[in-house]
Nanobody
Framework: QVQLVESGGGLVQAGGSTRLSCAAS????????MGWYRQAPGKQRELVAR???????NYADSVKGRFTISRDNAKNTVYLQMNSLKPEDTAVYYC????????????????WGQGTQVTVSS
């Protein structure tokens, strides 16, 4: 069983910055796409940013120009640099990765991190 372990987050003042990290807990065969989602209280989970194995990125309109997603393939890690934070960014952030766990695995499956709280104070 592969787990995605998140780190970072916490309490940040409006206008400040923080960086989230998410890494696979063990070696895997390959990761295709990785991304970040968030869920605020009373709201549905939404896509924040996504990055393919080739480095192509996609962002929610609400975070474009403020957040940057990146990955380190050697470390099986994805990052989310969050700048110019706003109170409306407050949410639990979840990382996601599409993983092929071994050479004999033919299906790429989605894995989720445990979630990390980001609270932006005004």
């Amino acid at each position: 069983q592969v787990q995605l372990v998140e780190s970072g987050g916490g309490l940040v003042q409006a206008g400040g910055s923080t960086r989230l990290s998410c890494a696979a807990s063990r070696s895997i065969f390959s990761i295709s796409a990785m991304g970040w989602y968030r869920q605020a209280p009373g709201k549905q989970r939404e896509l924040v940013a996504r990055i393919t194995s080739g480095g192509s990125t996609n962002y929610a309109d609400s975070v474009k120009g403020r957040f940057t997603i990146s990955r380190d393939n050697a470390k099986n890690t994805v990052y989310l640099q969050m700048n110019s934070l706003k109170p409306e960014d407050t949410a639990v952030y979840y990382c996601n990765a599409d993983i092929r766990v071994s050479i004999v695995t033919t299906v790429t499956s989605a894995y989720w991190g445990q979630g990390t709280q980001v609270t932006v104070s005004s």
